[in-house]
Each structure stands twice: as structure tokens, then as C-alpha cells.
T-cell receptor
Framework: GAVVSQHPSWVICKSGTSVKIECRSL??????MFWYRQFPKQSLMLMAT?????????EQGVEKDKFLINHASLTLSTLTVTSAHPEDSSFYIC??????????????????FGPGTRLLVL | SQQGEEDPQALSIQEGENATMNCSYK?????LQWYRQNSGRGLVHLIL?????REKHSGRLRVTLDTSKKSSSLLITASRAADTASYFC????????????FGKGMKLTVNP
């Protein structure tokens, strides 16, 4: 269980075009999803928090007009890179938050990550 | 500097040996998690340790947490070639924040 998928797995596009990446939780509902970016041999940097039915919360330095996030349903969040440029080339990874309530009401939160989308902008 | 910094950045060992990776962080945390990433792939959650826990085991994995030193270690015992991957620690801060702050990652190579 707790599988998250991303589509496409990789995309090559021309500079100036827009690219949409989908993140789906396949077997659970996720009110919260996260979008990360990872440059080669570097760590994951959180870009934004996507909340179902409301606007995304962007991290400092991330342009909300360039990276459009839509959390249309409890199982789908999309990231659109608008007017992509070569410097946007990166590995984009999403995660979906699964909240489990354990015995005695203790809540455990786990993020499940998608396989990532590699974007290359020429 | 970035929270959650693993030390060392790269480790190469022989199959059967143990591998230890360390992580330090700066702020108070709710929990600390370790993830594994194979080259060019997504992350796999390995283990979570809460701030009130000191040690946790899962199969060949052993995680310790020292909140006084703001550090954690991940031990992989009896390593296998299939353990070759990058390993990241990530901290969830106190105060109800859902966000994870990832460390720089450590590349482990297990030679057969």
C-alpha cells in the first residue's frame, strides 16, 4: 500500500514551453502533497506544499507564478512549470502525506514519495 | 548552513561490512526520518524515530537519536551490494510543521 505515482517519468522540452507533472496517490487519499526539486548530486529542496481545495504554500524563493500547483482532488496534485528555461532542468519529486491514527489516538504521519520526473529544458 | 547534514558524504565498503551514517541538525525536532534513494529514482522511507525515542531497529537497520547533541546515526549491518544507494536524513520540526528538511545525502557503495 501507500503508492505514489508521477507522470511523466521524464520530459524534454524546448525553452519557453510549459510542462505539467502529475502526482497521484494510488491507494490512499492525501489532503497534503509536497513538491521537491533535486539537482544532480544534491539534496531535495522543498518547493511548495499542496493542499487539496486551497492554494499551495510556496517556500521562500520559489516563484508561484512560474511553478503552478493545483491540488484538484484528494489523490491528484499537478505541478506546471511555465515558460520553462534550461535552469529549470531538474529532478522533480512529489510526496503525499498519509496520516495514520494509532492506538490511544497517537497520530503518525508518513510521506510517501513518487518516483520523480526528470525535466530537461533545451 | 543546511539542517540535517550527513557525514560522511560518500562511503565505500565491502559486502558484509557494517555501514554507519551520521546526521546532525540544528533546530528542535518532532521526529527524524531516514530515506534511501537509488540513482535517479524516488525516495523510499526506511525508518522514523521520534524525538522521545533513543534507538530503533528495523531488520538490518539501527537508528539512534541523541537530541542533546542534535544528531542521529543510521547503521546498516551485514551490508549487501543491493544496499548501494544514497541515504538522506530528514527532520520534521516541532510546532506541527508537516515539512521535512532533508540533509545533503550520503552515497553508499557496497562492493561485492
Amino acid at each position: 500500500g501507500a503508492v505514489v505515482s508521477q507522470h511523466p517519468s521524464w520530459v524534454i522540452c524546448k525553452s519557453g514551453t510549459s510542462v505539467k507533472i502529475e502526482c497521484r496517490s494510488l491507494d490512499f487519499q492525501a489532503t497534503t502533497m509536497f513538491w521537491y526539486r533535486q539537482f544532480p548530486k544534491q539534496s531535495l529542496m522543498l518547493m511548495a506544499t499542496s493542499n487539496e481545495g486551497s492554494k499551495a504554500t510556496y517556500e521562500q524563493g520559489v516563484e508561484k507564478d512560474k511553478f503552478l500547483i493545483n491540488h484538484a482532488s484528494l489523490t491528484l496534485s499537478t505541478l506546471t512549470v511555465t515558460s520553462a528555461h534550461p535552469e529549470d532542468s531538474s529532478f522533480y519529486i512529489c510526496s503525499a502525506r498519509l496520516l495514520r491514527v494509532r492506538l490511544a489516538g497517537v497520530a503518525q504521519e508518513t510521506q510517501y514519495f513518487g518516483p520523480g520526473t526528470r525535466l530537461l529544458v533545451l | 548552513s543546511q539542517q540535517g547534514e550527513e557525514d560522511p558524504q560518500a562511503l565505500s565498503i565491502q559486502e558484509g561490512e557494517n555501514a554507519t551514517m551520521n546526521c546532525s541538525y540544528k533546530t528542535s525536532i518532532n521526529n527524524l526520518q531516514w530515506y534511501r534513494q537509488n540513482s535517479g529514482r524516488g525516495l523510499v522511507h526506511l525508518i522514523l524515530i521520534r524525538s522521545n525515542e533513543r534507538e530503533k531497529h528495523s531488520g538490518r537497520l539501527r537508528v539512534t537519536l541523541d537530541t542533546s547533541k542534535k544528531s542521529s546515526s543510521l547503521l546498516i549491518t551485514a551490508s549487501r551490494a543491493a544496499d548501494t544507494a544514497s541515504y538522506f536524513c530528514a527532520t520534521a520540526t516541532q510546532g506541527g510543521s508537516e515539512k521535512l528538511v532533508f540533509g545533503k545525502g550520503m552515497k553508499l557503495t557496497v562492493n561485492p
